[in-house]
């Protein structure tokens, strides 16, 4: 608050012009009603000319009327499809940053509107970039930053971000100055301050092209967060020095003294802290509203989004910094709004959010390379430009370098040699630099076209050429790539453990350590912020653990439904026994070393068919028996009689059953609460289940561990599911199912077979269980887990799985395999080469 | 200076103990400061209930097992020597001390580390961690969040997670298996240690 009324005094007294604070609002309102594009009003492409009319119209043409939305519009457009082309490609896109791609675009944009009109119609205005492009793409970097990891490295990110940022602007301004004055660039109309001023609005390392970049390499999660955190914040700390060095050119060299810099000093800190602050309250003020929210879900997620707008708006009134203001904003909320909100919310938010972002940030870079073709900023300075360039690379580097150096003396994991390195090779300059050159004064700063071209070529040369060369620089250097990791419980819970095991630890040597920081704020948020910023429904679920738990069953019960609907039919459920699982994962494995060709072959077909499901068919191991007219009525018909069943016994109904309905302020979704919840609960149950009966499997099971990644080579086989539901030939795919059914049974039972003779669905045993005594929980329905391999049919996928390991495998070997198993079982010596008729019966029946 | 000598002189076999645990001669120092203000009645070593004399140790949800990870099985009081041992498996790892080829793994090392987890886990250190033992550490540190039955399905779950050969336990192998991919280097370090 002390520095609050100080800033305000100082500001106000001093009368430094912070408070049209980000940008020069020297354009008029209409502008920036324009998006981001000034259009030339001379092209009078139609209008109705008369206001007075003689006779009434039935249409008329009002281009002026929609001229200026229809142009944003069809900018936008543009700019997507820009977009669109630049992805075509993905050898292109692995070589040039997407970024990088989008420029050139834009270069080629540039050309053609060159060529139609030959002068610059369309241009990035600062105040639309400031207001309309920007606020979004930095609420969206700092929603989605991963919030610990950030909090974490907090420190080491505001040394690089405000000290980082400092030296550069002060470096390069000084180090300009001192060449011009050796006469390296030959006479130009610029000062000290000016050189000052053009450095600070050239230390911007934009988040956008550096977030393109690293998120392309996958860097480690430390390195990752450095570079993000400080170019995140380090735009805010870019815009408010260069407002205090805005302030001192306007000023004029002999207006200042001591008096004033110390001014500019404190004017300096309190726009940053005090928009920090801001952002913070703002957060408090969403993480409010959230709580109460729930009835009015649907606008739930645009709530954030207006009030993050409204701490940047608020900022930028109280000229306090507002990129840092929406930062803290963002980050500050994430946690308590994803816990508040409805899953629903949480998911439209981050969608939205991401839209919005990738949708300015793709015309924020196409309208860079689209100013190449201004022709008045190319004022030419070899010395300048080559100077520019050469010095923000070496005191980026020189900066980097020196402060690391002084974090990794209490770090306790320092940042090794190559991870400064490509920090330092990250300071990409993006469109903040631009923003800023943009709106410079060009009355105070009369080489103002010389800076911004000089801008635009610094911002060319770093995200093309240090974009392009940057994936290859961190494979050269060897930069420790973030590790995938899962999300698992043991993980999650170990982790816990730690945190204890630490505080514990420091404890014992009574020091404070950063656990001991860590533990406080934890409690005080347990006891107090959580009571204030969230629902008591979301703190009772907040812990980590719990999270991770219900992330997990979550993810499970939607592969079910997904599973289930994309079948079309519930067949899936009808999971027979669960005891086998494991058996028969091994014996496939077994199998699968034994014969590969045959599975390739397999691999091949489901390939080469897409929307029937081969591989169900080839599974039968019926059809060169029993496959006859008759045989396939009964079945189908007690299929479908099964299936009614199923819906009498199971609460779910496939999609196909939801009558899609509309009302203006709920979503209709099929999945109703007790729904949600019964999947909830049967996903659990049915994990005990799995998890028990795999204890009983009669294979001990030795290396499961190379399961998942034997699986995953096969996964790309996976077929979306789509076609296949409007197949004509759908019902084919259930009397299959149907019998691999059978089929699947007799596996199932395989290992005390006494109970159900291996009969060639002559009773159909499938369904005895189901009939006599299953309750709903004996089918561990998440069990069906193979998701994208529609080919395979349901039930056998189903047993074919790990009980742990509810991914979306691919089953088709191990499920050939298992099904030949029990043929070669009950027909005790069954040769391999019936393999081949099996075959082509199957490839057969796809032509059926 | 002087004082450092003479404190450190005190501790008997001080060379050793720095050798082993890799401390330095101030750590040392400050350890043993430290050792001798818990040992409020000044016998020379330790017992549980000086440890539980700590307050924020006491409101650690799994403080009682890290106290006891000091006491070796059977034994009541835990000596400087033994202190220090135990702690020294939160130093930092430091990557610029050369390694000699024949020394053995320092105390410090990953899977000592692991280890020292896996113990607060294994009460019964039968080498295994049993589902009943999971769930009373997943009961301390949940508390009163989660009821009992999500409490079980969690574990079960967790088991099921880390259980590769099925015996509805954990054991060490399966343990470290299972946190191949976290940094224990990071995680089970403290920085003042260094």
């Known amino acids: 608050m002390y520095n609050f009324s100080q800033g305000f005094l100082v500001i106000s007294t001093a009368m430094l012009e912070v408070d049209s604070a980000e940008v020069g609002l020297n354009y008029s309102l209409k502008s920036s009603a324009t998006e981001n594009i000034s259009t030339s009003t001379n092209d009078s492409t139609g209008g109705h000319g008369s206001s007075t009319i003689t006779t009434l119209p039935i249409v008329i043409w009002k281009w002026h009327h929609v001229e200026t939305p229809y142009l944003v519009a069809l900018w936008i457009l543009t700019c997507w499809l820009c977009k669109l082309v630049a992805e075509l490609n993905h050898n292109i896109t692995s070589v040039i940053p997407e970024s990088g791609l989008l420029i050139m675009m834009g270069f080629i944009l540039g050309g053609i509107v060159w060529g139609a009109d030959k002068a610059q119609t369309f241009k990035l205005i600062p105040v639309n970039f400031f207001y309309y492009l920007l606020p979004q793409i930095v609420l969206d970097a700092s929603y989605c930053m991963p919030n610990k990891l950030f909090f974490s490295n907090l420190g080491a990110i505001l040394v690089h971000a405000v000290i980082g940022t400092c030296w550069n602007a002060g470096t390069v301004g000084i180090a300009l100055w001192g060449c011009y004055e050796g006469g390296a660039m030959g006479n130009l109309n610029i000062g000290l301050l000016q050189f000052l001023l053009f450095g600070a609005l050239m230390s911007a390392v934009d988040p956008v092209a550096v977030i393109a970049v690293f998120e392309e390499v996958h860097v480690n999660e430390v390195l990752y967060i450095l570079v993000f955190g400080e170019s995140l914040l380090n735009d805010g700390v870019t815009v408010v020095l260069y407002n205090v060095f805005d302030a001192f050119v306007s000023l004029g060299g002999p207006k200042i003294n001591a008096a004033e810099i110390i001014k500019g000093i404190i004017s300096f800190f309190v726009v940053s802290f005090g928009g920090s602050f801001l952002g913070v309250v703002f957060a408090v003020l969403i993480s409010m509203l959230t709580r109460v929210t729930k009835n009015v879900q649907v606008i739930e997620a645009g709530f954030i989004i207006v009030l993050g707008y409204l701490s940047y708006l608020t900022a930028e009134m109280l000229s306090l910094s507002a990129i840092l203001s929406i930062t803290f904003c963002g980050v500050c909320c994430q946690k308590y709004i994803t816990a508040n909100m409805d899953e629903k919310s949480v998911t439209t938010l981050r969608y939205v959010l991401k839209v919005m972002a990738n949708g300015s940030e793709t015309m924020i870079f196409v309208f860079l390379g689209l100013s190449a073709i201004d022709q008045n900023i190319w004022v030419w300075n070899t010395g300048f430009i080559l100077l520019t360039i050469l010095f923000i690379v070496i005191f980026r580097f020189m900066g980097v370098f020196f402060l690391n150096w002084l974090l990794n003396q209490s770090r306790l994991i320092p940042i090794d040699l190559t991870d400064q390195f490509v920090m330092g090779y990250g300071g990409l300059r993006g469109a903040v630099a631009y923003g800023l050159a943009a709106s410079l004064d060009e009355k105070k700063i009369p080489e103002k076209n010389l800076m911004l071209g000089t801008t635009l070529i610094v911002v060319y040369f770093t995200v093309i050429l240090q974009g392009i060369t940057m994936k290859p620089l961190v494979q050269w250097l060897k930069v420790k790539k973030a590790t995938q990791s899962d999300l698992t419980l043991n993980g999650k819970m170990n982790n816990r453990v730690f945190e204890h095991v630490l505080t514990a630890m420091e404890d014992i040597c009574g020091r404070m350590g950063d656990n001991w920081w860590t533990r406080h704020w934890n409690y005080f948020e347990d006891k107090y912020v959580c009571w204030l910023l969230m629902t008591s429904d979301a703190r009772k679920h907040k812990d980590p653990i719990f999270g991770v738990f219900h992330k997990l069953n979550l993810e499970d019960a939607k592969k079910y439904v997904n599973e289930g609907e994309s079948k079309g039919s519930l067949a899936f459920i009808r999971n027979y026994d669960n005891a086998s699982v494991d058996f028969k994962k091994q014996l496939a494995l077994e199998y699968a070393d034994i014969m590969p060709d045959i599975m390739n072959d397999m691999s091949e077909y489901d390939f080469g068919i897409d929307n029937v499901p081969v591989t169900s068919v080839m599974k039968n191991p019926l059809p060169s028996v029993s496959l006859n007219v008759h045989e396939l009525d009964r079945k189908s018909m007690l299929n479908d009689l099964s299936a009614h069943h199923l819906l009498d016994q199971h609460l779910y109904k496939s999609r196909r059953d939801n009558r899609p309905t509309y009302s203006r302020s709920h979503y209709n979704t099929s999945e109703n609460p007790d729904e949600m919840q019964e999947i909830f609960q049967r996903t659990m149950r049915s994990r005990l289940e799995s998890f028990k009966s795999a204890k009983m499997g009669v294979n001990p099971a030795k290396k499961l561990s190379k399961h998942p990644k034997k699986d995953s080579t096969h996964k790309p086989n996976g077929k979306p599911a789509d076609p296949h539901r409007t197949h004509p030939y759908g019902d084919e795919d259930f009397e299959f199912s149907a019998d691999s059914a059978s089929s699947s049974e007799i596996a199932g039972h395989f290992p005390r077979r006494n109970t159900n003779a291996p009969g060639a669905g002559v009773d159909n045993p499938a369904f005895i269980p189901e009939m006599d005594m299953s309750p709903p929980m004996r089918n561990p329905p998440w069990q069906t887990e193979t998701a994208n391999n529609m080919a395979v049919a349901p039930s056998q996928t189903a047993q074919g799985r790990l009980p742990w390991t509810p991914t979306n495998l691919r089953h088709l070997a191990p499920l050939r395999m298992s099904t030949r198993s029990t043929d070669s079982f009950a027909m005790a010596d069954a040769s391999v080469d019936d393999e081949a008729p099996e075959e082509k019966s199957g490839s057969h029946h796809t032509r059926l | ?194």
Do not use: W
């Not at chain 2, 990870?69 to 430091?94: C, N, Q, W, Y």
């Not at chain 2, 990557?95 to 294994?122: G, H, M, T, V």
């Not at chain 2, 009163?144 to 954990?170: F, G, K, N, P």
């Open chain 2, 1 to 194: 200076m002087g004082s450092t000598n003479s404190t450190l002189l005190k501790i008997p076999n001080v060379e050793v103990l720095m050798q082993e645990t890799g401390f330095s001669p101030a750590h040392i120092i400050r350890l043993h400061d430290r050792f001798k203000a818990l040992d409020k009645e000044g016998r020379g070593h330790l017992c549980p209930h000086d440890f539980g004399a700590i307050k924020e140790l006491a409101m650690n949800p799994i403080g009682d097992r890290i106290i006891g990870a000091f006491f070796s099985p059977g034994k009541e009081t835990v000596d400087f020597h033994t202190f220090v041992k135990i702690l020294a498996h939160f130093r930092p790892v430091d990557k610029d001390r050369p390694k000699e080829p024949n020394s053995p793994e320092p105390i410090n090392s990953r899977s000592n580390k692991l280890k020292f987890a896996f113990q607060l886990y294994d009460q019964d250190k039968d080498g295994k961690i049993s589902r009943d033992e999971l769930l009373q550490v997943l009961r301390a540190m949940l508390g009163m969040q989660v009821t009992d039955e999500q409490l079980e399905s969690i574990a079960d779950r967790t088991i099921q997670e880390a259980d590769l050969d099925r015996d509805d336990t954990i054991s060490f192998e399966e343990f470290r298996k299972s946190l191949e991919k976290i940094n224990i280097d990071h995680k089970m370090s403290i920085r003042f240690l260094r």
